[in-house]
């Protein structure tokens, strides 16, 4: 891997403008090369081998995926259709740009003096990572022999295409559970919930640290039972270190407008303090970290 390890590590360009939330606007795909060819046999037999990744996107974010100074990568494809999704231009594989293993390698590895100075590193999020196991195995690895941070952010619905591998090369996954009950959990995604209950406990018996991630949308989630069963989860699995309760929000109204989808959320409005510290409350009555 000579194109990553030539890489001055204190080389930091393109950053993106930061914006008043911590997260940084986004880069697109730009340095990352992307290939510039047709859906073909050879482009799909590079992606079977983790050679080539649909992209959607990456940037540089603060205290927001995970900890210190992070550069996250969005990869292109989503099995899940969440109705308050605010990435719904990251669905579709197809609507990705095909990023070369070592291009992407030789990005990361540019910012190593910023992990190193802040405690940050490298997620890979989307859309979702483990549709593209392949090539995030490979990143994965790749970033660990670098000494770099790794995470990824995921709904835990493909973990069955995380190997055993995979999980030794993360550091940290994000689990985003959407809901605690399951016929939520399917008017909320369109999929079962059992498959991401099953991938946590996976990472709990291998000591993978987590952070649950929960959406609190008012009228779809916020249900005291619905979280209760998210609350009882979070609790039985030893590896979780923390949990994050995320207001909804309407920032991404623009792109379900933008691709001509049907939002079935813009008369939802972002839940008062009152219900998102009654949530987090929820939480911190059994004992866990909570933010």
């Keep these: 891997m000579t194109t990553t390890t030539a ?77 308050y999704c605010h990435n719904p231009d990251t669905w579709k594989m197809r609507d990705g740009k095909a990023v070369e293993f070592d291009a992407l390698m030789g990005r990361i590895a540019r910012y190593r003096g910023v992990f190193s100075a802040t405690g940050g590193g490298l997620t890979i999020s989307g859309g979702e990572p483990l549709q593209q196991p392949a090539f995030v195995g490979r990143v994965l690895a790749a970033a660990k022999q670098l000494g770099i941070h790794t995470t990824i952010d995921t ?33 909320v995604t369109g999929q079962r919930l059992q498959p991401t209950l099953d991938f946590g406990r996976r990472l709990s018996e291998r000591g993978v640290e987590t952070w649950i991630r929960f959406v609190l949308v008012p009228g779809l989630t916020d249900d005291v039972a619905n979280v209760e069963k998210v609350v009882e989860y979070a609790a039985s699995l030893s590896s979780v270190t923390r949990v994050e309760v995320l207001p909804f929000h309407q920032m991404g109204t623009d792109k379900w407008e933008s691709l001509g989808i049907r939002y079935e959320l813009a008369d939802t409005e972002p839940p008062s303090p009152e219900l998102v510290e009654r949530v987090r409350g929820q939480f911190r009555a059994r004992g866990l970290t909570v933010y």
């Design 155 to 187: 709904s835990g619905f493909l973990g069955a295409s995380c190997t055993d591998e995979m999980l030794d090369n993360l550091d940290l996954v994000l689990l985003d559970v959407k809901s605690g009950d399951p016929d939520t959990y399917r008017k």
């Design 7 to 83: 890489v001055p590590t204190t080389a930091v360009v393109d950053v993106p403008l930061e914006l008043p939330s911590g997260r940084r606007a986004g880069a697109g795909t730009a340095g990352l090369g992307a290939v510039d060819m047709a859906r073909s046999s050879e482009l799909l037999a590079r992606m079977r081998v983790g050679e080539i990744g649909s992209v959607h996107s990456w940037e540089l974010v603060t205290a927001v995926d995970g900890p210190g100074t992070r550069l996250t990568v969005f990869m292109a494809g989503c099995p899940l259709r969440c109705l």
